[in-house]
C-alpha cells in the first residue's frame, strides 16, 4: 500500500447511540437511477441500517472501504447498508455502476448530512468544501443510533472485525 501522510483530525462531536439521527431527505443513488428518499422512509423497514459514511466517490478510501465490505460479506448479512457521500448523484450512480456494489448511497454534496452527524471535515486548503469522515453508523427503524464509529485520522479506516460483533454480522 502506498504510503500517506497521517492527518490528526481529532475528536469529532459526533451523535452517539442513544442519540437520534436527524431525518433528512437527499437523492438515494444506485447503479440504475436516484430519487429523492428520506432516511426515515429508508431505515423504516424491519431491522437495523447501517450508514457508512465515506470521503467523496472517487477517493480511495471510499473504494477501498466499500470494497472491503464487499469482500466480507456485510452486503449479504446486514439487513441494510446505505452510504453517504458529499459526492453528486452522477458521481455515485458512475461508481456504483464502475464496482458493481449493491446499495445505494445518498449524495450530498452539501454534505448537510454530515454536518448534522457531527462527522462533516473541512477539507485544507479548499474554502468551503467539505466531506464526511469516515463513520459507521448503526440505526434503528426509528432513527436511534445503536452504535457509533468515527475517524479520528486521515487515512484512517473502520474496525471491521470489532464492528462486525458490534453490529451482529459475525
Do not use: Q
Amino acid at each position: 500500500m502506498p504510503d500517506f501522510e497521517v492527518t490528526d483530525l481529532g475528536p469529532a462531536d459526533h451523535l452517539e447511540a442513544g442519540e437520534e439521527v436527524p431525518d433528512v431527505t437527499r437523492p438515494l443513488v444506485t447503479d440504475e437511477f436516484w430519487e429523492d428518499r428520506s432516511l426515515s422512509d429508508v431505515a423504516a423497514d424491519e431491522g437495523r441500517t447501517i450508514l457508512v459514511c465515506t470521503p467523496m466517490i472517487g477517493s480511495f478510501a471510499a473504494k477501498y472501504i466499500y470494497d472491503e465490505l464487499d469482500e466480507r460479506g456485510w452486503f449479504d448479512r446486514a439487513d441494510r447498508i446505505v452510504g453517504l457521500t458529499a459526492s453528486t448523484p452522477y458521481a455515485v450512480s458512475s461508481f456504483l455502476d464502475d464496482n458493481e456494489l449493491p446499495f445505494a448511497v445518498f449524495a450530498d454534496p452539501a454534505n448537510d448530512i454530515a454536518d448534522s452527524l457531527g462527522i462533516a471535515n473541512d477539507l485544507d486548503g479548499m474554502e468551503g468544501i467539505s466531506e464526511p469522515r469516515v463513520a459507521v453508523f448503526g440505526l434503528e427503524p426509528d432513527l436511534t443510533i445503536d452504535s457509533a464509529w468515527v475517524s479520528t485520522e486521515w487515512p484512517e479506516f473502520p474496525p471491521y472485525d470489532e464492528l462486525e460483533s458490534e453490529l451482529g454480522l459475525e
